[in-house]
């Protein structure tokens, strides 16, 4: 089993800055594709960021490329996501999820990909 435990989330204004954590329990966390989702309120669950098994590969929604990078530490068995000039439409929850086996970038960018999720941590971006 895998549990995903997030934090980092709060309220910032536009133009700041957040890095969100992920802590991962579980002995095999390198061996799985890591990424980042979010959901506002009353809308889909949307994709973020993913970083590959190795941290050798990243890819990120065009909403967000250029300002959050994801990165991992499989020796704290942790991935970040660090924010940077933030948006209020980046106001949502944000969710760490893993997905084991082989996957394509493209797969991944697929919420029905991943086999574990954290809860979430609340991210709101102010005017």
């Known amino acids: 089993q895998v549990q995903l435990v997030e934090s980092g989330g709060g309220l910032v204004q536009a133009g700041g800055s957040l890095r969100l954590s992920c802590a991962a329990s579980?002995?095999?966390?390198?061996?799985?594709?890591m990424g980042w989702f979010r959901q506002a309120p009353a809308k889909e669950r949307e994709f973020v960021a993913v970083v590959s098994w190795s941290g050798g590969i990243t890819t990120y929604a065009d909403s967000v490329k250029g300002r959050f990078t994801i990165s991992r530490d499989n020796a704290k068995n942790t991935v970040y996501l660090q924010m940077n000039s933030l948006k209020p439409e980046d106001t949502a929850v944000y969710y760490c999820?893993?997905?084991?086996?082989?996957?394509?970038?493209?797969?991944?960018?697929?919420?029905?990909?991943?086999?574990?999720w954290g809860q979430g941590t609340q991210v709101t971006v102010s005017s």
């Open positions: 579980g002995r095999t966390f390198s061996s799985y594709s």
């Open positions: 999820a893993a997905a084991g086996g082989l996957r394509t970038i493209v797969a991944l960018t697929i919420r029905h990909s991943y086999d574990y």
